[in-house]
């Protein structure tokens, strides 16, 4: 008996002076990742974002476009629908920056009205489906079992439905509307978030560093908010940067097919099929909407990258 | 094998009913259906007869027991805003056209996309690399859509070198009307291009960087034997399982480059009976084209242990 007692009481003394010298360095640690989040990380990433000169290039073409889209409007009070039949199919000039159409209507605020809907729908739908996508993508991964099993055939058979049968229903069910439209391209589109977080949280959880948070009792939002959130934040940023455009094409093409907002509402897609007949006569009236579209998603990908290389600390050695 | 094959069928019939009967009930929850329109303005007793002629007048659960049933014994039914049109009529006037227009698409962009992409990662930093790099950017920023639009005015219009519509029929289904099928084929080709240029110029890139690589240096082999015999069978890996999804994507056609060039597919069919509420004829795509979809999937998993021996499927 009494040797136990002594072997338990030296077990004891030894693990609480590891328990000492964990917490040591954690603390240690700890402040060398505070120094090191002070000095390092958010500045090498800015310099090294502003250092690639066409990335700033964009960068201010992506401000213009979007300044020109919501001020645009505001110093030039023409209304986008108003109708008038002396002012047909004019070419561009100073009065209409970019011309009217064929019912007298000005493009330029058109266009500028339309550019609102695109942004509307880069940033709306894209939150949407990032943030839906990586929630089940983590309920997935940390439930496991027969929830992960039904819940990944979930997403098959939502990746197995034509994406345009849920949108045209969902439009149909909500009306026509941005609202309903914005939720519509979000709810095809999370299915991508959801697979990747899933795998990459099934590789995180049976990290050393996760078990033990496990066994230190923390509670399981903030295993996620410290541990799995800052791990995924590289495979977020790839998926907004490629959501981004996909959902700006998938509003531009639904719209343009008549599938997606309705006129009088305004969006590059419907001004590219209106400026579709009139195609062969007064081709500005399709190209200035086509232009503006590249324009914008091109912008949105070279940012995207350049974000995605300045914040990924793979390429940030280099 | 044998068992895993069988458990996937056995999922696969699962997925399908279940598609079937969201797509049912989703169908179902529209206000309006295929008739409303043209019936709203007949009397009273002649819409009831139109209805009841077309079975739409039953309540939805016997409906969907109906449809159901009929599916199980593998009939989708007729159309009901074009009495007559059935599934099978559909897939033999509509799929040869978006297959053609399909294969066609990909036997121009995936080539190229697979050369620029072997370029790309061999001459890493060099001129043809950074061309290829704004290359794919530049024509991943552009929709489909988009180039079929500026094609069609000005290859078409401007130029009038090909027509701007149309698709050749009759005994020309599957071969010649050539001047009608390149500016669709090039508007559709052109996303692959981007694509697999960036797909296989990245995994060429993590070959490169692996350790088996430098072994093969190592022994004294030539440039030309390790590009072509260690880098370039693997890092075909990715290109290869993404290849079944691109197929079978293909060749169902396309809904955008249909509708710009009015080509008679499926891809536009498909529009079509969904904005008319045409419930079989929806039903039976979204159905024929998820059976399509999972099955691809799955060869796709088998392709994945065909090629690459480490990646083992279900392990018991």
């Known amino acids: 008996m009494a040797e136990s007692r002594i072997q338990q009481s030296e077990i004891f003394h030894f693990v609480s002076r590891n328990q000492h010298e964990l917490l040591a360095n954690q603390q240690h640690s700890q402040a060398n990742v505070s120094i090191h989040r002070k000095s390092g990380f958010g500045k090498t990433a800015i310099s090294k974002f502003l250092s690639e000169p066409i990335t700033v290039i964009w960068l201010i073409v992506l401000i213009l476009i979007v300044g020109a889209a919501i001020i645009g409007p505001l110093i030039i009070h023409y209304d986008p629908n108003h109708i008038d039949a002396a002012l047909q199919n004019q ?17 330029f605020v058109r266009t500028c009205t339309g550019l609102q809907v695109s942004l509307l729908v880069a940033i709306v739908s894209t939150i949407l489906s990032i943030v839906f996508g990586t929630v089940y993508g983590v309920i997935m991964a940390v439930a496991g079992g027969w929830v992960d099993e039904v819940m990944m055939r979930i997403i098959e058979i939502f990746n197995s439905i034509p994406s345009l049968l849920i949108t045209m229903i969902l439009m149909a069910v909500l009306g026509n509307g941005i609202v309903a439209l914005l939720f519509a391209i979000a709810i095809t589109s999370w299915a991508d978030a959801a697979r990747q977080t899933r795998g990459l949280v099934m590789q995180l959880r049976n990290l050393d560093y996760v078990t033990a948070a496990k066994m230190l009792d923390t509670p399981f939002w903030r295993t996620t908010t410290r541990h799995f959130v800052p791990n995924m934040m590289s495979i977020l940023i790839l998926d907004i940067g490629q959501s981004i455009p996909d959902n700006i094409f998938a509003e531009a093409s639904l719209s343009f097919l008549g599938l997606g907002l309705q006129p009088p509402n305004t969006s590059l897609g419907i001004l590219i099929s209106v400026g579709q007949d009139q195609m062969l006569q007064h081709p500005y009236q399709l190209y200035v909407p086509i232009i503006v579209l590249i324009l914008l998603v091109l912008a949105f990908n070279i940012v995207g990258d350049g974000v995605r290389d300045a914040l990924d600390p793979k390429y940030q050695d280099k | 094998m044998l068992k895993m094959i069988l458990r996937r069928a056995v999922e696969l019939l699962i997925s399908l009913f279940l598609i079937a009967s969201a797509t049912f009930f989703l169908l179902a929850a529209i206000p309006g259906d295929a008739l409303s329109a043209q019936t709203n303005r007949l009397p009273e007793q002649a819409r009831k007869q139109v209805y009841k002629n077309s079975g739409l007048n039953k309540p939805v659960m016997t409906r969907y027991v109906i449809t159901m049933d009929n599916m199980v014994h593998g009939k989708f039914g007729e159309s009901i805003v074009t009495p007559g049109q059935t599934m099978t009529k559909v897939l033999k006037e509509k799929l040869p056209a978006s297959a053609r227009l399909g294969i066609q698409q990909m036997l121009f962009g995936i080539p190229l996309g697979l050369i620029m992409g072997v ?34 005015s000005y290859f078409g219009g401007k130029l009038g070198w090909f027509p701007i519509i149309g698709w050749p029929e009759g005994n020309q289904l599957w071969w010649g009307g050539w001047s009608y099928t390149i500016l669709p084929t090039l508007a559709g080709g052109i996303g692959y291009i981007a694509g697999y240029a960036r797909l296989l110029k990245n995994s060429m890139l993590d070959v490169l960087g692996s350790d088996y690589i430098q072994t093969a240096y190592a022994k004294g082999l030539s440039g030309r034997s390790v590009i072509l015999h260690h880098i370039i069978r693997n890092a075909f890996i990715p290109v290869t399982t993404s290849l079944p999804v691109s197929i079978a994507f293909g060749i169902t056609g396309s809904v955008f480059v249909e509708s710009i060039f009015v080509i008679p597919g499926v891809g536009q069919f498909f529009v079509q009976a969904l904005t008319n509420r045409d419930v079989p004829i929806v039903l039976g795509e979204t159905v024929l084209l998820a059976a399509l979809y999972i099955v691809t999937l799955f060869i796709t998993d088998i392709l994945y242990t065909v090629i690459d021996p480490r990646i083992k499927l279900y392990e018991s």
Do not use: C, E
């Open chain 2, 119 to 152: 370029l790309a990662a061999i001459y890493k930093n060099h001129w043809i690399d950074r061309f290829v790099t704004v290359l794919s950017l530049l024509l991943m920023s552009v929709p489909s859509l988009v180039i079929g639009l500026l094609l069609q």
């Open chain 1, 91 to 107: 070419a561009p000039s100073f009065a209409h920056f970019f011309g009217t159409d064929k019912l007298g209507r000005d493009l």
